[in-house]
């Protein structure tokens, strides 16, 4: 079965925004693996047409009218929040002074 | 004791009318059987409060159409405001969503009674419902057994007969798989027949919302209540909404039926496959037309929809960074750490991998070496399936290549899971719309179910074939009650 080095657990972990420990990381090197031997099945197939289907909607999307309809109101969307101010949602400092 | 919920939804609603039943005795009966199957496990939130307060309203008004007082069940990926949807997961734990998804808009204003949200694998994926944050479900007719998934709660539930009516979703068979294992009928209609706003979103192009229920009659009832435009769903159908029990009851003769050759290839087993040609022989001797159809490529669909459904749900689910809501990691000290280490403890190990090879498809050469390639076959695919509906009125097939196994065998072999879904996914790379029909068993007495599958907007074809079979087979169900 294919196993995914360790380099390569990490860099599919950070395009992801996980982090994975040390322990972690042989358990993901065979899953992972499992899981792009299944998807490697598609380099068999030839001569399939070059169109491709994003959806399988055939009508044409159409737009709803720009119309202000119902909002949510600031307190519930916020309540659901891990951390708030009261005001904003609270997060680390992501601009340097 | 149970009085009313064994009725038929048309006998409970004449008891209605004569005022010889109230919602409020019927939900008695619901919260009775919720407890006495608790180790079914098949609901994450129980709302016995807000339940009996939507009977008591309701009683104060005048009885409304067939649905009206009927409890429902519904599966916890589909938000309902006010009542806790976790999706399964550590993830949403505590989450209270602040609007109704467009389907509980619509039960609710057919005078359903919302009782519980059901347990499901967690973002719907899995396909044993083993993924479960809060344990797995258990399959009533043998409780070592899966219920399979995703929606394995609801499954559980309608088997078990706590309930007649619950809504499930589908992304690669996660209503049909669990509907066979637990033999209740389960529809995934056509892709945009049912809007998909407030259904969380696991894969965007192939998740659709169903009904799961105890009867085809009653499973048709329940679509006509929620199928429909939805405005804030630009894929939700503007095609009319028709009477999806209209032609159920109607004789099924002469009918041209095709049976896609890879579905009942080798890789069924020996007891699906004689179940299955039972009803192939039975529709024979009725006057129809049964014949094999080559569809390409269904050999590569487990492959294909995993590019697919790994691809979309890693960017579906990039919103899950623990800012607006959801669970936060403690104490982060930067803004990376805040969404590392939240993604990392609030998803479970197969979401995480899922989210990892997905993110890796997508990025850089990947895209076109996989996804976009995937997405050309699966456009072959879906013109090879309208294809044959130039000549066929509907397919059938098995829908699962086994019935029902123990719990824990596939956590021995994680690809395992996959594979279970190869004759499910097909119907949802094509939008095609597609229902499993209890129909038989095996020597353990585990229910066995086939699939119909209908052309595009041809559910009420698939239900007049459904009941048709329903009634001839005559099964008894129940044998998930106790």
């Known amino acids: 079965m294919k196993k995914l080095s360790v380099e390569e657990v990490?860099?599919?972990?950070?395009?992801?925004?996980?982090?994975?420990?040390?322990?972690?990381?042989?358990?993901?090197?065979?899953?992972?693996?499992?899981?792009?031997?299944?998807v490697d099945g598609i380099h068999e197939i030839e001569g399939y047409s070059e169109e491709m289907m994003i959806t399988p909607v055939e009508e044409v999307c159409s737009l709803r009218k720009d119309e202000v309809g119902a909002m949510l109101d600031g307190a519930s969307v916020l309540s659901n929040a891990p951390k708030t101010n009261g005001k904003f949602i609270e997060v680390p400092v992501v601009i340097n002074e | 004791m149970s009085k009313y919920l064994d009725l038929t939804i048309p006998e409970i609603h004449e008891l209605?009318?004569?005022?010889?039943?109230?919602?409020?005795?019927?939900?008695?009966?619901?919260?009775?059987?919720?407890?006495?199957?608790?180790?079914?496990?098949?609901?994450?939130?129980?709302?016995?409060?807000?339940?009996?307060?939507?009977?008591?309203?309701?009683?104060?008004?005048?009885?409304?159409?067939?649905?009206?007082?009927?409890?429902?069940?519904?599966?916890?990926?589909?938000?309902?405001?006010?009542?806790?949807?976790?999706?399964?997961?550590?993830?949403?734990?505590?989450?209270?969503?602040?609007y109704d998804a467009f389907v509980v808009e619509k039960?609710?204003?057919?005078?359903?009674?919302?009782?519980?949200?059901?347990?499901?694998?967690?973002?719907?994926?899995?396909?044993?419902?083993?993924?479960?944050?809060?344990?797995?479900?258990?399959?009533?007719?043998?409780?070592?057994?899966?219920?399979?998934?995703?929606?394995?709660?609801?499954?559980s539930a309608i088997a078990a007969r706590i309930v007649p009516l619950s809504i499930g979703s589908d992304t690669g068979g996660s209503i049909r798989q669990p509907a066979s294992y637990t033999g209740i009928v389960g529809m995934k209609p056509t892709y945009g027949r049912v809007s998909r706003y407030g259904l969380i979103a696991f894969a965007s192009s192939l998740d659709q919302i169903g009904p799961m229920t105890r009867t085809v009659y009653e499973n048709a009832l329940l679509l006509n209540a929620i199928a429909g435009k939805d405005q804030n769903d630009l894929t939700s159908s503007s095609k009319e909404v028709e009477d999806y029990t209209a032609l159920i009851g109607k004789d099924v003769r002469d009918l041209k039926i095709g049976i896609p050759s890879y579905l009942v290839s080798d890789v069924v087993s020996k007891e699906v496959s004689e179940v299955f040609n039972h009803v192939v022989n039975l529709l024979k001797k009725n006057g129809n037309t049964v014949e094999l159809v080559d569809i390409s490529y269904l050999k590569h669909a487990v492959s294909l929809y995993q590019i697919i459904a790994m691809g979309e749900a890693s960017s579906n689910l990039a919103r899950f960074d623990g800012v607006r809501y959801g669970y936060r990691t403690e104490n982060p000290e930067t803004i990376d750490a805040l969404y590392e280490k939240t993604r990392?403890?609030?998803?479970?190990?197969?979401?995480?991998?899922?989210?990892?090879?997905?993110?890796?498809?997508?990025?850089?050469?990947?895209?076109?070496?996989?996804?976009?390639?995937?997405?050309?076959?699966?456009?072959?695919?879906?013109?090879?399936?309208?294809?044959?509906?130039?000549?066929?009125?509907?397919?059938?097939?098995?829908?699962?290549?086994?019935?029902?196994?123990?719990?824990?065998?596939?956590?021995?072999?994680?690809?395992?899971?996959?594979?279970?879904?190869?004759?499910?996914?097909?119907?949802?790379?094509?939008?095609?719309?597609?229902?499993?029909?209890?129909?038989?068993?095996?020597?353990?007495?585990?229910?066995?179910?086939?699939?119909?599958?209908?052309?595009?907007?041809?559910?009420?074809?698939?239900?007049?074939?459904?009941?048709?079979?329903?009634?001839?087979?005559?099964?008894?169900?129940?044998?998930?009650?106790?």
């Not at chain 2, 006495?36 to 005048?62: F, G, V």
């Open chain 2, 344 to 482: 990392s403890e609030g998803f479970g190990e197969e979401v995480k991998s899922r989210i990892m090879v997905g993110s890796s498809l997508l990025s850089g050469k990947n895209a076109k070496l996989y996804y976009d390639k995937a997405l050309s076959i699966r456009d072959d695919m879906r013109e090879s399936f309208l294809a044959s509906f130039q000549k066929y009125d509907l397919l059938i097939a098995p829908t699962t290549t086994t019935p029902a196994y123990q719990l824990g065998e596939v956590m021995k072999d994680p690809l395992k899971t996959f594979m279970d879904d190869i004759l499910v996914i097909p119907a949802n790379m094509a939008g095609l719309p597609a229902m499993n029909l209890p129909a038989g068993f095996n020597q353990n007495h585990l229910p066995i179910g086939m699939q119909i599958i209908g052309a595009p907007f041809g559910e009420a074809k698939m239900y007049q074939l459904a009941s048709f079979l329903e009634k001839e087979l005559n099964l008894d169900l129940e044998g998930g009650r106790k």
């Open chain 2, 16 to 98: 209605y009318v004569k005022k010889e039943l109230t919602p409020s005795i019927l939900l008695e009966e619901v919260f009775e059987r919720i407890k006495a199957r608790k180790s079914l496990n098949c609901l994450i939130t129980c709302c016995q409060e807000e339940a009996l307060e939507r009977a008591r309203e309701l009683e104060k008004e005048e009885v409304g159409g067939l649905l009206w007082g009927i409890p429902i069940l519904i599966k916890d990926n589909i938000v309902t405001k006010g009542i806790r949807t976790t999706c399964a997961s550590k993830m949403l734990e505590n989450f209270i969503p602040i």
């Open chain 1, 10 to 38: 990490k860099h599919v972990a950070h395009l992801a925004r996980i982090q994975v420990s040390d322990e972690e990381i042989e358990s993901y090197r065979t899953r992972l693996g499992a899981l792009y031997e299944m």
């Open chain 2, 107 to 155: 039960i609710k204003k057919a005078g359903m009674i919302l009782v519980g949200k059901t347990n499901m694998d967690e973002f719907a994926m899995g396909s044993t419902s083993e993924t479960s944050y809060f344990g797995p479900p258990k399959n009533p007719w043998n409780e070592a057994y899966i219920t399979g998934g995703s929606s394995g709660g609801n499954a």
